[in-house]
């Protein structure tokens, strides 16, 4: 499962004022779709409405077929993990911050995840640091650091759809280029919605949209678009 699919979607924040301007995207199951585009085409407003922080005001978003109006929000977080662009962490262990709000989790669990975003790999390597403190008086994690962390709480849900809303940019380019990478393993499996600004770090995606005002300027794989420009 996990097949998305906008169908003319049609949204604005204020009533005079559209964003997505008749919109239609779909992403096969287990597939990756890349929407780039300059800022304030309307790349964030699409994760927004997946999670349903808004209502699309025409057309409508499917999740294998069903609208997303139909599906219950409890379920609809459980389909759909978010990396954002910064991950704010509480000031508590890194453990704390992968399980918040899986209650259910074990500690094995918990430390599958963190292995799977490879923390362990870039946090020094004292045993069990996912257990000391971060934060002001605690231990410092750099931006690639705190989204590894994101990473980690992603893979602990396990979710079939997966959002990276600008998940690497605030990051320096080598760090991106590391957080990529794990990002890939994380994504293979998963129907992908990755939102970026440049067409560089969505060089993998099956497909990519570039976005310009609310609709879909130009579409292909990234040999194609660049072979367009
Ligand atoms: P992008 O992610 O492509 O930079 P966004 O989807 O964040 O663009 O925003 C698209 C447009 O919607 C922008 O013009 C932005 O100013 C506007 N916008 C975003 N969020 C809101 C909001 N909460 N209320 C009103 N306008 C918003
Ligand atoms: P979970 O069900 O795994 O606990 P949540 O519903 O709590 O997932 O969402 C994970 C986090 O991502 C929450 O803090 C939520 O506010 C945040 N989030 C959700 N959508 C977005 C978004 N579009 N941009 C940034 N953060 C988001």
Known sequence: GGELAFENVIFGYDPDRQILNGLSLRVPPGKTLAVVGPSGAGKSTIARLLYRFYDVTGGRITIDGQDLRDVTQSSLRAQIGIVPQDTVLFNDSIGYNIGYGREGASQAEIEDAARGAQIHNFIAAQPK????????RGLKLSGGEKQRVAIARTLLKNPPILIL???????????EAEILDTLDEVSKARTTIVIAHRLSTVVDADEIVVLDAGRV?????HAELLAKN
């Open 129 to 136: 640091q996912y257990e000391t403190q971060v934060g002001e």
């Open 165 to 175: 809303d600008e998940a690497t940019s605030a990051l320096d380019s080598r760090t």
């Open 217 to 221: 300027a130009e579409q292909g794989t």
